[in-house]
């Protein structure tokens, strides 16, 4: 697959610079800002996350609801005002699943970016890829083939790639806000309702799936707060060492199944927010982990 070009802000990072980066995400907003070092090295001097739960606020018609509008504006104004404080080289804002699917998202994206005061960029599901990868690498430079699972709250996407280079990306339409809205309404667990969420997970990829396989990797990996849910809660809970199998799925699907309700679980390690989700996600996790074969992966 071709790479996909360098964005004019990643290019800043070649050194002494101070740089902000936006994610709007679907489930998240997230906001990050760094300093470089002459030999790229990275010092994080402010990091804001607020769950804006975007995906949640798609009605029937796939339109973006007043209150959810209101709720994402808010967010974004307290990112303007912090922007105006800093003395920036460079900012990228992109906005991903959400933006992309509302119908309305083009009328949204002009108030956005009038709140902000910079560009937002609605970027591809590929790009998204790209860019979970090149974070990735960056930390981890590794030759060692891999592949990388990222579940946002409207999108997944998967990885396989080699060093700094992915080798092949796919995004698919199934997050887990999206999928605990659409098989868990008003916070009901049932076992029905987790084998139609996997049943949809597996269909959704099913497409990619045989593409994906002829790829190698050595090793799994997580990237998401749901991912990165999951592998605590099995290993505080002592079912693994902190990486993340169907056997252990099975264990905490049992829990969420006896709980009853996303308001009944008892997970202290998790937080309320991430528990809300935490149905959507597993589901999405698991329809991929069996689709894809892979044994354990490891949450980042």
């Known amino acids: 697959m071709e790479a996909l070009p360098i964005s004019p802000a990643e290019r800043a990072v070649s050194g002494g610079k101070t740089l902000a980066v936006l994610d709007l995400g679907s489930n998240s907003f997230h906001m990050v800002v760094a300093q470089t070092g002459p030999s790229r090295e990275l010092r994080i001097i402010d990091r804001i996350k607020e769950r804006a739960r975007l995906a949640a606020g798609l009605d029937k018609d796939k339109r973006l609801t007043p209150e959810a509008q209101a709720r994402a504006l808010g967010y974004i104004e307290q990112f303007s005002e912090r922007l105006e404080e800093l003395s920036l080289d460079a900012v990228r804002v992109v906005a991903t699943d959400s933006f992309r699917r ?7 994206l002009l108030e956005a970016c009038e709140v902000l005061g910079w560009p937002i960029e609605v970027i591809s599901g590929l790009e998204e890829a790209r860019l979970i990868y090149k974070g990735v690498s960056f930390e981890d430079p590794t030759e060692e083939p891999r592949l ?36 868990f309404p008003g916070g009901e667990l049932s076992r029905p309702a987790f084998q139609r969420a996997r049943t949809a997970a597996s269909q959704t990829v099913s497409s990619e799936v045989r593409r994906l396989r002829k790829q190698e990797w050595m090793a799994a990996y997580g990237t998401s ?76």
Not at 103 to 108: L, T, V
Not at 282 to 295: A, D, N, T
Request: net charge negative; hydrophobic share 40%; proline share 3%.
């Open 148 to 183: 990388v699972v990222d579940i946002g709250g409207g999108s997944t996407e998967v990885i396989i790639g080699r060093g700094s280079r992915p080798a092949d990306l796919a995004s698919f339409h199934m997050g887990c806000v999206s999928f605990t809205e659409r098989y």
């Open 102 to 108: 509302a119908k309305n998202g083009e009328a949204f």
């Open 225 to 300: 707060g749901t991912n990165k849910a999951i592998g605590e809660a099995l290993m505080s809970n002592g079912i693994t060492d902190g990486g993340i199998t169907l056997e252990g799925l099975d264990w905490l699907e049992g829990r969420l199944v006896q709980a009853g309700h996303t308001g009944r679980i008892v997970l202290p390690q998790l937080s309320e927010s991430r528990t809300e989700v935490l149905a959507g996600g597993m589901s999405v996790l698991r329809g991929l982990m069996e689709s894809l074969r892979i044994e354990r992966m490891f949450p980042l």
